[in-house]
């Protein structure tokens, strides 16, 4: 079982920047990629960005150029998420999502999510 905390989420006015951190912990040797998404009221979640343990990363381009994800150290356990530049369409709560190569034992998948940090982008 691998559990994800997220921090970093809050309020910021348009143009701002601001870095969320997800930390893995418990069964992470699995683990081989991870991500972040959000949700905004009334939508679906989306992928905003993803990074894998080869270091290749993805984004959307609604991001792309102003997001950036990256590992904290080479025990690839901890993700961070700068973002640059911010918008209002930026708002919504964020999930950090990881991938594992391994099931877990509770749900029988190999995703795991973050609870969610609320990133709220508003003059």
């Known amino acids: 079982q691998v559990q994800l905390v997220e921090s970093g989420g809050g309020l910021v006015q348009p143009g701002g920047s601001l870095r969320l951190s997800c930390e893995a912990s418990?069964?992470?040797?699995?683990?081989?990629?991870m991500g972040w998404y959000r949700q905004a009221p009334g939508q679906q979640r989306e992928l905003v960005a993803h990074i894998s343990d080869n270091g290749q990363t993805k984004y959307s381009l609604s991001v792309k150029g102003r997001f950036i994800i990256s590992y904290r150290d080479n025990a690839k356990t901890t993700v961070f998420l700068q973002m640059n530049s911010l918008k209002p369409e930026d708002t919504g709560v964020y999930y950090c999502n990881a991938e594992s190569a391994y099931l877990s034992p509770v749900t029988g998948s190999s995703d795991y999510w973050g609870q969610g940090t609320q990133v709220t982008v508003s003059s």
């Open positions: 418990g069964s992470t040797v699995g683990l081989f990629a």
